[in-house]
């Protein structure tokens, strides 16, 4: 990534980029190593994608390889932050949640910890990914997971105030709307884009809901074959307020890095105040600010 002299007071963000499977301790010690490696290269904050934690071949392992937030898995990742001093994104951790003894069903939940491992925020996914296309299986989120009930209001970071997502909510532009009213600088879609939607859509919708909120856009994504059952497009990456891809992982596990200027957010707001100039007179209020 070229940095010009100016950037280098900016804050440093790490998009991380792996290839889950069933092993859950394999996977959290690629997921550590990259970590790991963010901070020694200066980031203040790292993203992972959705199911970093594993990505299972069917409902049932799903269900039974799933922890409370309170579980070992997360406990690791609380002493990785603390150990590395910085911000985690956790994109969507297979989540049993209170209701686990009534529902026998899991939260999608994006988990935020700052440098000194506390939970700051936590976001269960409230689109859930029901589909069937061609040439790519079927998805049917809803057997094994309940949909979340509410949005988080955006989190103040060392970066930015951060709007958390999970993957298919991108495709829903109410979501962003309601995040970037309720002042949202930075929108996080951690994801697992399949072999078919991923060429056709993942980076179109990235770069819409970047220039449509005007907020930059952090998407670490599952890449590669997970399992006999399933494999994921990858191409993670981060879009500026403009639209403009500013950092894009390659082929395979790894990390981008990218600067995060919110001087240049404020003042392509400005410029371009597409905000001040909505008519919810004619089509309704899109995104109903959070309270």
């Known amino acids: 990534m070229a940095i010009s002299s100016s950037s280098w007071e900016l804050p440093l963000v790490a998009v991380c980029q792996v290839t889950s499977t069933p092993d859950k301790q394999e996977n959290f010690k690629t997921c550590a190593e990259l970590v790991r490696e963010a901070a020694r290269l200066g980031a203040c904050l790292a993203f992972l994608p959705e199911a970093f934690d594993f990505i299972a071949r069917d409902p049932a392992e799903t269900l039974r390889l799933s922890e ?15 150990e590395c001093g910085l911000w985690l994104s956790l994109g ?18 994006h988990v935020l910890l700052d440098n000194k491992g506390s939970v700051v925020a936590t976001y269960r996914k409230t689109h859930l990914c029901d589909v069937e296309i061609p040439g790519q299986g079927p998805m049917h989120e809803s057997n094994s997971t309940i949909p979340g009930p509410s949005l988080e209001s955006p989190v103040s970071t060392p970066v930015g105030k951060i709007g958390l997502a999970i993957c298919y909510d991108m495709r829903f ?6 995040l970037a009213q309720a002042g949202a ?8 884009f399949g072999s078919v939607t991923g060429p056709a859509h993942w980076e179109v919708l990235l770069r819409a809901r970047a220039i449509e909120t005007q907020c930059y856009v952090v998407a670490a994504a599952q890449c590669g074959r997970h399992h006999e059952k399933r494999a994921s497009y990858g191409h993670s990456m981060v879009v500026d307020p403009w639209g403009t891809v500013v950092a894009r992982c390659p082929e395979g596990p790894g990390l981008c890095l990218a600067r995060i200027d919110l001087r240049y957010l404020r003042q392509l707001r400005q410029h371009l105040p597409v905000f001040e100039h909505r008519r919810p007179d004619l089509y309704g209020t899109l995104g109903h600010p959070l309270s």
Do not use: M, V
Request: charged share 20%; with cysteine; glycine share 10%.
């Open 68 to 82: 409370p937030l309170g579980g070992n898995l997360l406990g690791e990742y609380t002493q990785l932050a603390r």
């Open 92 to 109: 969507g951790f297979h989540e049993r949640g209170q209701d686990w003894e009534q529902t026998q069903k899991i939260y999608n939940c």
């Open 173 to 178: 532009p109410e979501l962003s709307l309601a």
């Open 185 to 192: 600088e930075i929108l996080t879609y951690p994801s697992a």
